[in-house]
């Protein structure tokens, strides 16, 4: 089924091109896994809002992990965000005494 006219009840999947040297290649997707110059790996999947949204999540290696991502969001223009995301040392008990 295409991006663009779902059926009724039918959550529509991401619809995405990717263009290489000038070409692009259309395709749908469930979710779209980025990966950033700095190696950070963020998703963009479909949000629970009728209005369209998408989710952008980075995921984690759990609560005790030694590091934590955050997204870095730098308006530009009207159209216009750029997008990073950073690597924070989590703080021990210990450490905020």
Same mark, same amino acid.
């Given at each position: ?26 395709? /749908? %997707?469930? !979710?779209?896994? $980025? ?7 963020? @998703? +963009?999947? =479909? ?16 609560? /005790? %992990?030694? !590091?934590?991502? $955050? ?7 009207? @159209? +216009?965000? =750029? ?15």
């Amino acid at each position: 089924m295409s991006a663009t006219n779902p059926t009724p009840g039918e959550s529509a999947p991401l619809h995405i091109e990717a263009i290489c040297e000038g070409v692009p290649t259309q395709l /749908d %997707a469930e !979710e779209i896994r $980025v990966t950033l110059p700095n190696g950070i790996v963020f @998703n +963009l999947y =479909r949000g629970l809002d009728p209005s369209g949204s998408i989710v952008a999540d980075i995921p984690i290696d759990g609560p /005790d %992990a030694d !590091e934590f991502p $955050v997204f870095v969001l730098r308006p530009g223009a009207a @159209n +216009l965000l =750029r997008i990073n995301a950073e690597r924070h040392p989590r703080s021990t008990v210990e450490e905020c005494t």
